[in-house]
């Protein structure tokens, strides 16, 4: 029966999935002209190019880091937005570090990204306490944090990290000793897909086989049932949004230093918002954090070469990203078939 | 013409069934059946009894009646017409009115408030509550439920607010009325009131449906009686043909064994001693008042009270779900005032609670999580880092083993079991930490035959064991036949300590829960141990 339920969520998930495909596809046919080369472009695009699949890979990575920072703080049922915050501050810590401080080669980007995440860390720990403290709502407080976080960021890069001789508002050059080193010849593919990798495996294990992340979980599926066994909820609240964080921060430190030269972002980046889109379509899981991100950066990648080379926009992909979302968000989507799965089974159990 | 008589015999009989339900299927979306091709009817002006165990599908069958659920298969025939009864106002303009077990009223209302609620009598754009006062008062006074109509309902006791739910059905024109185990949170007196009311009703032309497990009530009151067992009709009879002992075996398949064996107890030391204890509840008001005993080890210690008597509180202190409070609790010789509820806990206390889904189980994770709970951090089940999976499954296992919990594997979600199954669960994750205290709040709550037998043979091995028990309970039945020593509480006091519970019988231990009667504090003072 269990086996049953979970092959009938992935099959929703893919049902889901592919209607909000079918409809990006039939608004692509009304509003081209050369609807057939925007469609293969945007479905294949990505695979036509070993540049364009580097494209891909280097998306993930930071939608790797986002979706498990999210992901944990959802496990505990803390619904904080602040992987945006976090994820922008924390590329602005290792900007701090990698334009003011001269450190030898590795060690130079190991403590920009250490020092990315603990500031990720305080940044979503403080919703985590107002909530533990206050009763704040942590999913308002996040989200107003994230502008904070943005201007804050903003500042200190304009007053304290600031090129001057530089056309628009961006930082000195990263020392070249900070930089991450590039994987894959002919894509900009760096080394942070093996530490996001990493990462992956480490929150799996920290989720499945410590006894952190049963307090975790159990926290998040009933928390009443988790004092009433003797944990400490409140602290476990504020552990997972700490680790939320702090995950959120190294990925936008090891963003800052693989793909650029300069920190030059004027605004959110967005990757926050993208890991709530990667956490749910991966359920929360770590093991599955992998695919969401996948998927969701070939989709992007595959849509960015089609505005580019047809005559519709990128935009698109924002059609199907919604119409997932709310088709596997919505509990009772196909939950009429599966009460009838349901019923057809207990009838034959019976006779 | 054989056949031919035979068709009029079954016209008559139709025509003399005022409601009748055919073929009603129902599964829930767990998988779960609660009703399986039920036939079920009644005739007007009887009092028409359902009966069977907890699960075995009579609440489902009238949520059905009452359009709370919607069954799978099966029609509804009112008077003779097909009926489609989609939700509880469609029932009620069809006449049909329910009292639920737990009451569907507003506190802070007035009994007229709550009476006409949802279709108030209007005074321009106000509601006309003196209309309200006076419907209520001359409702009250047509069927002799006397309440008072601006009474605020949280003012009021158990058996007055029933009455305030019956009148509400009335009010709204209900023929038939559902009553759900209506004497399940009445005394012995409150419950002979009901049914003289419910008599009354009857001869007034109303038909009810009376949902009950105890026996002699149905006895007593009833006309007919539906047996329900395993979500099947077991049959239609009239009360006065079939014994209490013919109805026990339809209902169960097999004669309840209620009596628990056990030997007398034989006490030692004391483990938990409760001493002067008040607890102020969150609405400012003395739940528990005063109030001192004190449980040894190898003895079970029940509680008995009619709900809500601050037993509730008593539990929340002793295991540290609550923590503000004036007096001491102390376990094992520990002041538990200071110590968190991991930490009284480790003092060897477990707790069975009185609303497992909600601090009992986490309904999603599975069995084997389920069992790990109040482990998962101890040497035996993690290293230092990661957690020993073997280990965990083995434990998983002998326990569902050990406590015949019926699933497909330990990996299956908990909410995929039934009640009973659930509660062992619970029971075995409890259990199985070796006790020296176990707090067992309503362990049998709303669970089939064969789980609630098992739970209470396991309560008195590990009383033999050497556990001491506080055993709190609604059930009489099962506070009497499984206490050693008995503490009555009425008000957040104690009123009576019975010191051997073999003496007592039903009507005096009734007395006392309604605080009729009062045992001296001398008396009283007995609970204490030294």
């Excluded at chain 1, 704040?136 to 903003?154: C, H, K, P, Q």
């Excluded at chain 2, 659920?69 to 003779?80: D, V």
């Excluded at chain 2, 105890?214 to 009686?225: F, P, Q, S």
């Excluded at chain 2, 002067?276 to 008042?289: E, H, Y």
């Amino acid at each position: 029966m269990f086996k049953q339920k979970r092959l009938f969520e992935l099959s929703r998930t893919i049902l889901a999935i592919a209607i909000a495909l079918l409809i990006a596809l039939v608004t692509i046919l009304f509003v081209s002209e050369e609807p057939a080369k925007a469609l293969s472009t945007f479905l294949l695009g990505p695979l036509k190019s070993v540049r364009h699949f580097g494209n891909v890979l280097e998306m993930m990575i930071p939608l790797l880091f986002t979706g498990l920072a999210v992901s944990i703080m959802f496990s505990a049922a803390q619904f904080n937005l602040g992987a945006e915050g976090a994820f922008f501050l924390g590329g602005i810590a290792s900007t701090y570090i990698a334009v003011r401080w001269a450190l030898p080669n590795v060690i130079h980007p190991a403590f920009a990204i250490l020092l990315g995440g603990v500031v990720g860390a305080v940044f979503c720990g403080i919703p985590a306490i107002l909530k533990v403290k206050w009763n704040a709502s942590e999913l308002v407080s996040s989200l107003m944090l994230n502008y904070v976080a943005l201007f804050l960021g903003l500042y200190i890069i304009n007053y304290f990290l600031r090129d001057v001789n530089a056309g628009a508002m961006v930082s000195y050059k990263l020392a070249e000793s900070s930089k991450l080193i590039k994987m894959i010849p002919g894509t900009r593919v760096h080394f942070g897909i093996l530490i996001a990798v990493l990462m992956v495996v480490l929150v799996y294990y920290l989720m499945y086989r410590t006894r952190w992340g049963y307090r975790i979980r159990l926290t998040g599926l009933n928390s009443s049932f988790a004092r009433y066994s003797g944990i400490k909820t409140a602290s476990v609240i504020v552990l997972a949004q700490l680790l939320g964080g702090f995950i959120a921060g190294v990925g936008g430190s090891i963003e800052v230093l693989g793909m650029y030269r300069r920190f030059s972002w004027q605004t959110l980046p967005g990757y926050g918002w993208d890991g709530i889109i990667v956490a749910i379509l991966a359920r929360n899981n770590p093991a599955l954090i992998p695919v969401g991100a996948f998927f969701l950066a070939y989709l992007r990648i595959g849509a960015d070469l089609m505005s580019r080379t047809s005559d519709v926009q990128s935009e698109v992909v924002y059609i199907i990203q919604g119409v997932m979302i709310v088709l596997i968000a919505a509990e009772s989507f196909l939950a009429h078939y599966r009460h009838k799965l349901v019923f057809k089974e207990a009838r034959n159990r019976s006779t | 013409m054989e056949t031919a008589v035979f068709i009029i015999k079954g016209e008559l009989l139709m025509q003399s069934e005022l409601l009748s339900m055919n073929g009603i299927t129902k599964v829930y979306p767990n998988g779960i059946v609660a009703n399986e091709s039920v036939d079920f009817s009644i005739r007007k002006g009887e009092i028409h009894a359902l009966v069977g165990e907890n699960g075995a599908g009579k609440s489902t069958l009238m949520k059905i009646l009452f359009g709370l659920e919607h069954p799978e298969e099966g029609e509804i025939i009112l008077n003779g017409e097909q009926i489609q009864i989609s939700s509880p106002n469609a029932a009620i303009d069809h006449g049909i009115g329910m009292v639920h077990q737990h009451f569907m009223l507003v506190p802070s209302l007035t009994v007229a408030e709550n009476m006409v609620l949802g279709s108030e009598p209007k005074k321009g754009l106000y509601v006309n509550l003196k209309k309200a006062v006076a419907e209520t008062k001359e409702l009250a006074e047509k069927y002799n439920l006397i309440v008072d109509p601006t009474a605020k309902i949280r003012d009021l006791p158990v058996g007055i607010k029933q009455k305030v739910e019956i009148l509400k059905a009335l009010y709204r024109g209900a023929e038939v009325l559902i009553l759900d185990e209506p004497t399940a949170v009445l005394t012995p007196q409150e419950t002979k009131e009901l049914f003289e009311e419910l008599h009354l009703l009857k001869d007034q032309g109303n038909t009810i449906i009376f949902i009950s497990h105890k026996l002699h009530e149905i006895k007593e009151l009833c006309d007919r009686l539906t047996i329900m067992r395993n979500g099947k009709s077991q049959g239609v009879f009239n009360v006065s043909d079939v014994s209490e002992a013919d109805i026990s075996r339809l209902m169960v398949g097999r004669d309840v064994i209620l009596k628990v064996e056990k030997e007398d107890a034989d006490p030692g030391d004391v483990i938990l001693d409760v001493d002067k204890l008040t607890v102020i509840n969150d609405f400012g008001k003395q739940a528990v008042n005063d109030i001192s005993f004190s449980v040894r080890k190898g003895e079970i210690l029940g509680v008995a009270g009619v709900e809500g008597n601050g037993q509730g509180e008593l539990v929340e202190i002793i295991t540290g779900l609550k923590q503000i409070h004036f007096g001491d609790v102390r376990i094992c010789g520990n002041n538990i005032k200071p110590l968190s509820i991991k930490e009284i806990r480790n003092l060897g206390t477990c707790h069975i609670p009185e609303d497992r889904m909600t601090y009992g189980v986490a309904e999603s994770l599975d069995i084997e999580q389920n069992l790990l709970a109040d482990k998962h951090d101890s040497p035996e089940y993690t290293g230092k880092f990661l957690t020993k999976p073997k280990v965990i499954r083995e434990n998983s296992l002998k326990l569902i083993e050990e406590y015949k919990i019926k699933c497909g594997s330990p990996l299956q979600e908990v909410k995929m079991l039934s009640g009973g199954n659930i509660q062992k669960v619970v029971v075995a994750r409890e259990f199985s930490s070796s006790p020296q205290l176990i707090i067992a709040d309503q362990p049998t709550r709303g669970i089939d035959v064969g789980a609630t037998e098992f739970i209470r043979k396991r309560l008195v091995e590990l009383r033999d064991q050497g556990s001491a028990v506080l055993l709190v309970s609604a059930d009489l039945n099962e506070v009497m036949e499984l206490s050693d020593s008995l503490i009555v509480m009425y008000g957040g006091e104690i009123t009576a300590y019975i010191k051997d519970t073999k003496s007592l019988n039903e009507e005096e231990l009734g007395l006392y829960m309604l605080g009729i009667n009062r045992q001296s504090p001398e008396e009283i003072g007995r609970a204490i141990h030294v």
